[in-house]
């Protein structure tokens, strides 16, 4: 059984910089493919970034630029340094994994992946 445990979120003020990880654990496959989501108050859930975890990562428009992320394959963690927050990215941010390797872009839908953390909150206020 695959779990994913969030860790790393917390407030920043605007301009500022927050690490967010992921640990996977109970992993079997070798690649899969990896996100992370974000949900504000009241909105939908909407996409970070997708990437395979031996491929190039696929930002979404609001965090390209800004975001940076990273899969750690000895430790099976996948690592998303945000910076130059913004009051508009304050949410709970939510890894989610699927071993469905293929067509791991931007354009997957976040019902397409199997496993998901309970999530981090983030919020950048001044």
């Known amino acids: 059984q695959v779990t994913l445990v969030e860790s790393g979120g917390g407030s920043v003020q605007p301009g500022g910089s927050l690490r967010l990880s992921c640990a996977a654990s109970?992993?079997?496959?070798?690649?899969?493919?990896v996100a992370w989501f974000r949900q504000a108050a009241g909105g939908e859930r909407e996409g970070v970034v997708i990437?395979?975890?031996?491929?190039?990562?696929d930002y979404f428009e609001s965090s390209k630029g800004r975001f940076t992320a990273s899969f750690d394959n000895a430790n099976k963690i996948l690592n998303l340094e945000m910076n130059s927050l913004k009051p508009a990215d304050t949410a709970m941010y939510y890894c989610?994994?699927?071993?469905?390797?293929?067509?791991?872009?931007?354009?997957?839908?976040?019902?397409?992946?199997?496993?998901w953390g309970q999530g981090t909150l983030v919020i950048v206020s001044s």
């Open positions: 109970g992993v079997t496959y070798s690649s899969y493919c």
């Open positions: 989610a994994a699927t071993t469905d390797y293929y067509g791991c872009n931007n354009q997957r839908p976040p019902r397409e992946f199997q496993v």
């Open positions: 990437m395979p975890t031996d491929g190039r990562a």
